[in-house]
């Protein structure tokens, strides 16, 4: 089982190709450096601020105070779990990815670009960085601690144990969409709370927790909800309260 996780895996989102192209939609990205992680383990922990946007900043300071659902364990554990480091900082990314993470020898690290995030709304920006975060320490989960994260996401150990050629980024996706979507929506309500934001119908956040998500394909969803979702997302990645429908070939 090691072997396979440290191979060098190249994720991309499970969003469509025409997804991923339409201007706006945030793309992230996962990649696994097995040369820079084989140098040296991790040698200390928690969630490392290495962010100059000052708004930046101030989103992920309060995204670390959530204390409720799996998100504010997932924090918990971070902050008090030997060698789960999780470092954010900036940098540039190509068209249409807003956020990259890889795990090296120094733990789980992300890149997210600013420049994606001049529109965005606060929101929009803490639900980025809390999908990000997710990604980061499920990574982090089975590399350190294989034993009990098999226990606690049996999905992913048999997505993974069952492929010859298995695809990270979808398993942590599928996983993410079978049991964390409503934990996503509690850390997006929690967030609004302690921010001082409008808080919004509770359907609002569930709306946002498919940021980053393969929401187009999934049977049991409307086109109407796939409509409402699109919105959502991005009336707060561009800042703007219009409703358009979504592009032809997205439904």
Same mark, same amino acid.
């Given at each position: 089982m090691y072997t396979k996780i440290l191979l060098l895996v190249v994720f991309s989102l499970v969003l469509s190709a025409a997804l991923a192209s339409y201007k706006g939609v945030i793309v992230e990205s996962v990649y696994f450096d097995e040369l820079a992680y084989a140098k040296a383990p991790a040698k200390n922990w928690g969630i490392k601020d290495e962010l100059r946007d000052k708004n930046l900043m101030s989103v992920l300071a309060n995204i670390v105070k959530l204390k409720k659902g799996k998100i504010g364990e997932i924090i918990h554990n971070f902050q008090n779990t030997s060698r789960f480091k999780w470092i954010i900082r900036e940098g540039a990314l190509p068209d249409n990815v807003n956020a990259q993470i890889q795990a090296t020898s120094e733990g789980a690290s992300t890149?997210?670009?600013?420049? $994606? /995030?001049? &529109?965005?709304?606060?929101?929009?920006?803490?639900?980025?960085?809390?999908?990000?975060?997710?990604?980061?320490?499920?990574?982090?989960? /089975?590399? +350190?601690?294989?034993?009990?994260? $098999?226990?606690?996401?049996?999905?992913?150990y048999s997505a993974w144990s069952s492929s010859m050629d298995p695809d990270y980024n979808k398993i942590q996706h599928d996983e993410i969409e079978r049991s964390l979507m409503d934990d996503i929506a509690i850390?997006?309500?929690? +967030?609004?709370?302690?921010?001082?934001?409008?808080?919004?119908?509770?359907?609002?956040? $569930?709306?946002?927790?498919?940021?980053?998500?393969? +929401?187009?394909?999934?049977? &049991?969803?409307?086109?109407?909800? $796939?409509?409402?979702?699109?919105n959502r997302l991005m009336a707060e990645q561009l800042n703007k309260r219009s409703k358009t429908e979504i592009p032809v070939g997205f439904r």
């Amino acid at each position: 089982m090691y072997t396979k996780i440290l191979l060098l895996v190249v994720f991309s989102l499970v969003l469509s190709a025409a997804l991923a192209s339409y201007k706006g939609v945030i793309v992230e990205s996962v990649y696994f450096d097995e040369l820079a992680y084989a140098k040296a383990p991790a040698k200390n922990w928690g969630i490392k601020d290495e962010l100059r946007d000052k708004n930046l900043m101030s989103v992920l300071a309060n995204i670390v105070k959530l204390k409720k659902g799996k998100i504010g364990e997932i924090i918990h554990n971070f902050q008090n779990t030997s060698r789960f480091k999780w470092i954010i900082r900036e940098g540039a990314l190509p068209d249409n990815v807003n956020a990259q993470i890889q795990a090296t020898s120094e733990g789980a690290s992300t890149i997210v670009d600013l420049e $994606k /995030f001049q &529109d965005g709304t606060d929101l929009s920006v803490a639900r980025t960085i809390i999908h990000e975060m997710v990604h980061a320490y499920l990574t982090l989960y /089975f590399l +350190y601690d294989h034993t009990h994260a $098999k226990i606690d996401y049996p999905g992913i150990y048999s997505a993974w144990s069952s492929s010859m050629d298995p695809d990270y980024n979808k398993i942590q996706h599928d996983e993410i969409e079978r049991s964390l979507m409503d934990d996503i929506a509690i850390a997006l309500a929690e +967030y609004s709370a302690i921010t001082g934001l409008l808080l919004m119908d509770d359907y609002v956040y $569930k709306d946002l927790a498919w940021g980053g998500l393969d +929401y187009i394909s999934r049977s &049991d969803l409307t086109p109407d909800m $796939k409509e409402r979702i699109y919105n959502r997302l991005m009336a707060e990645q561009l800042n703007k309260r219009s409703k358009t429908e979504i592009p032809v070939g997205f439904r």
